[in-house]
């Protein structure tokens, strides 16, 4: 499950963001993390940003939840309740079950009916998935420097960091804290690429990951004009802080491209290491003052619209950036 929403929501008389963290919790998923975007807009169109001071206080928030089909629609039942406002969606992800990956060809098994993989050799494009490694944000137990290494040394096309700030790891609900460590706390290694290439550098890794989903993604590049079948569909740029388009950073662009020509939704989402393409796993320095981090925007839409919405991102795109797209089987607009 994943809830599109702002920073200002509420449930009641609190933040939105705490009962559906609390929610998460009390119904045992698996995994579950919040993100706070940097830049976005829902159905309202509503810009949310960080680059303003006066909208600083309502950034667009990503709530990720992972878990056994019944919990989740329990969970997604409950997010309809009490939340008014944003765009939630159910998806189907395969999970590399831990120990099998020790041959060297992980496993994946789906907790629904299979791991969708759009693009296959057979109808010319790559068989492309992306692959979400669960873990604590740093310590001994966090996978993501290893993991980013060995997808970039076994040719993965992407990898991104990113860093919850509340979520759930074995059973424990864990909220990042101004004055602490936040080792604890549930951060996501994403990455895309070619299944072989993924397998071997989950194979690496195996045993380190508290979790890993699997699921099927479409390179917009190589097989553009293919139709993407669902309820919804989502269309993500993969880029850095620093990317320029004309005058503006391209995330900020794309994602202003998006609200003038009506998009549903969008948000992006600040890494903090990886790499994209050829090149080396980089991310944030102290007292950098361009930060050379990388970012990820979403855009969600119906499936005829985010054609459009593709098209956009590959004709901004610059040089290093990557798209992909995926389809979406259940998409609800909460108001």
């Given amino acids: 499950m994943r809830l599109y929403f702002g920073e200002r929501d509420r449930d009641g008389d609190g933040p939105l963001e705490d009962a559906v963290m609390d929610a998460c919790a009390r119904r045992g998923v698996e995994a579950a993390a919040l993100l706070r975007g940097v830049e976005g807009f829902g159905a309202k169109h509503l810009l949310r940003t960080d ?3 006066s909208l600083s206080e309502d950034a667009p928030l990503v709530a990720v939840a992972v878990g056994e089909g019944e919990v989740i ?3 997604a039942e ?3 309740e009490i939340a008014s406002e944003g765009l939630l969606t159910l998806e189907e992800v395969g999970v590399v079950e831990a120990g099998l990956a020790t041959t060297g060809t992980p496993t994946t098994t789906a907790a629904g009916v299979g791991v969708p993989v759009v693009g296959s050799p057979g109808d010319g494009g790559k068989d492309l998935v992306k692959a979400t490694i669960w873990g604590p944000r740093t310590g001994p137990k966090a996978p993501h ?3 980013v290494a060995a997808l970039r040394r076994h040719g993965a096309d992407s990898a991104t960091v990113l860093l919850g700030v509340d979520g759930v790891l074995e059973g ?3 909220r990042a804290r101004f004055v602490a460590g936040n080792r604890g706390v549930p951060a996501l290694t994403v990455a895309v690429g070619e299944r072989g290439a993924i397998e071997r550098a989950l194979a690496e890794v195996d045993g380190a990951a508290h979790f890993v989903t699997v699921e099927g993604v479409e390179d917009c590049s190589r097989i553009a004009g293919a139709k993407l079948h669902g309820e919804a569909a989502r269309v993500t740029l993969v ?6 388009c004309g005058s503006h950073p391209l995330y900020v662009a794309l994602i202003h491209e998006l609200r003038r020509n009506g998009a549903a939704g969008a948000a992006a989402l600040r890494g903090v290491w990886g790499f994209r393409g050829g090149g080396e796993p980089h991310g944030d320095r102290v007292l ?3 930060r050379d981090v990388p970012m990820i925007v979403e855009a969600l839409d119906a499936p005829e619209r985010a054609e459009r919405w593709r098209a956009m991102a590959l004709e901004l795109a610059c040089e290093g950036s990557l798209v992909h ?7 609800i607009t909460l108001r």
């Fill in 51 to 53: 680059r303003l001071l």
């Fill in 73 to 75: 629609e329990g969970l």
């Fill in 78 to 80: 409950e997010v309809e």
């Fill in 145 to 147: 420097l290893d993991a």
């Fill in 172 to 174: 424990e609900r864990r």
């Fill in 239 to 244: 880029t850095s802080e620093i990317a320029q």
């Fill in 288 to 290: 950098a003052l361009r």
């Fill in 325 to 331: 797209s995926q389809a979406v089987p259940r998409a």
